[in-house]
């Protein structure tokens, strides 16, 4: 039997690396090379709480849900794809039977296998197995990191689609992270007018300003006196206090989405929504987005390696999962299964 290196989270603070064998790919199944892995804030979120919600980590998991890697073996019936393609993973493989399935809502599907979402092993190992579907071959300009961070992109990709981003539109993102600046780009991306991007952290507003976007440093001075007015509004934060203060710079008949995950409650200024009729929505995930974030990243108009801030190996996994958290310059790391 062969073996691989696996990074496994067994509770809080508690990340050991073990020898487990490698997956043997299912008929419809790919089994992917890892080459690199993006460090989410859920992961660090398991990581220091051993629970996401009403997702509690009960049995050792592996970690990581953003990755690319090179295809090693394909299973009888699969069609494709072949042995030695590069390719970025899609990390949740829905039911593809019930009602939320067939509308083509897959990201609402209550029976996904996601990636390290407990029960559900992620990609902080070797070699992980995919039915094809969710494997997409990749151009060989499109790096590794940014092949992995096609995850991230699809969410923003996700939050422009739920909140029908169009050239009318003035855009604003709450929240600098790697969520936020691929959201922004993916406004700019979708022909939005104008995208000004708020954050608090003074080197994430410098990273925002070098990718082209207006930036307002918050902590310095509030969205109301910036002037700021927005049609959309992508809330990438989680922040009560950033989300309040963006939904009052929201023009009348302003669409809102709610991406980023923070607290579990929040105030809304009510008075703000309900007189200017804004639009509320949720975004959850993603549903059909890789072929659109690979085009974004293939053609230039998105740069997701600029967020990469470190890479580690299977070995530091730990280091990569702290790694924001400790150092306010750090933005997305990426673990690199090959090179520990
Ligand atoms: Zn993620
Ligand atoms: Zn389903």
Redesign the pocket.
Known sequence: METMKVSVLRGQHDVVTEERAVPVPAQDEVLVQVASV?V????MHYYEHGRIGPHVVKAPLVLG??ASGVVAQVGSEVTSLTVGQRVSVE?GVPCRACAQCLRGRYNLCPDVKFFATPPYDGAFCEFVAMPEAFVYAVPDHVSDDAAGLL??LS?GVWANRRSQVSPDDAVLVSGAG??GLASAMAARAYGARSVVVADVNPHRIELSRQLGFEAVDVSQRPLGEAGVSADVLLECSGNARATWDAILAVAPAGRVALVGMGQDEVGLPLPHIQDHELTLTGAFRYANTWPTAIDLVASGRVDLDALVTGHFGLEQVEDALTAPSSDPRAVKSMVRPGRS
């Open positions: 993006g989410c804030g859920s992961d849900h953003e990390p995850e991230p969410v790697p969520i």
